[in-house]
C-alpha cells in the first residue's frame, strides 16, 4: 500500500534552455534547497516543461495546489492568484493553462479539485539558448520568498477560517 500524497503540490514548468522561461522550474530547484526537512514530507515538489493532462492525477489528495510559471503578460516581480477549473482554448492542446488541467480533474474525479493558486512570475526573454536575465533573478528570488510563505501558511478552510 502506498503512502497518501502530501498536502501541499508545488508544480512548476517552463524550458530552462529558454532564458526567463526556466522561472518555474528554478522556483521548483530553489524550493528543494530550502525547504526544510521536516516539511519535505508534507510538499511534493514537481517539475515539467508543460502542464499536460497527466498531471491532474498529480491533483488527488492535495489540500492546496501553488501552480508556478514565468509570464510576460504579468507585473514585476510576479503576481499571485487563486485559480479555478474552467475549459479554454488550452483544453484541447497538447499543453494546458491550470484551469483546464483543474477543470480535467474536476471531470475525471466528479468533484472540485483542492484550492490552486497561479504565480506567475515576470519574465522578459524567453529565446532558445539564453541565460536567466538579471530582473528575472531578482523576480525569481521574490517568488521564492512568497513561495515559502505559502508552504508555511495556516490552511484555510472556503469561508476562509482556520482548519
Do not use: K
Not at 6 to 15: P, Y
Not at 26 to 34: H, S, Y
Not at 55 to 65: V, Y
Request: charged share 20%.
Amino acid at each position: 500500500m502506498s503512502a497518501p500524497p502530501a498536502a501541499l503540490l508545488v508544480l512548476g514548468w517552463g524550458n530552462l534552455s529558454r532564458g526567463d522561461d526556466a522561472l518555474g522550474p528554478l522556483v521548483i530547484a530553489g524550493l528543494r534547497r530550502r525547504l526544510p526537512q521536516d516539511w519535505r514530507d508534507q510538499v511534493e515538489l514537481l517539475e515539467d516543461y508543460q502542464l499536460q493532462i497527466e498531471h491532474a492525477l498529480d491533483l488527488s489528495g492535495r489540500s492546496r495546489i501553488l501552480f508556478v510559471d514565468a509570464s510576460l503578460n504579468c507585473a514585476s516581480p510576479f503576481e499571485a492568484r487563486p485559480v479555478s477549473a474552467a475549459r479554454d482554448s488550452s483544453f484541447t492542446s497538447h499543453a494546458l493553462s491550470p484551469q483546464a488541467l483543474l477543470q480535467v480533474f474536476s471531470d475525471i474525479q466528479g468533484y472540485a479539485p483542492p484550492p490552486a493558486t497561479l504565480l506567475a512570475i515576470r519574465g522578459e526573454s524567453f529565446e532558445l539558448g539564453e541565460t536567466l536575465g538579471s530582473s528575472a533573478q531578482s523576480h525569481l528570488d521574490a517568488a521564492l520568498e512568497w513561495s515559502l510563505s505559502w508552504i508555511f501558511e495556516e490552511p484555510h478552510g472556503i469561508d476562509g477560517t482556520n482548519r
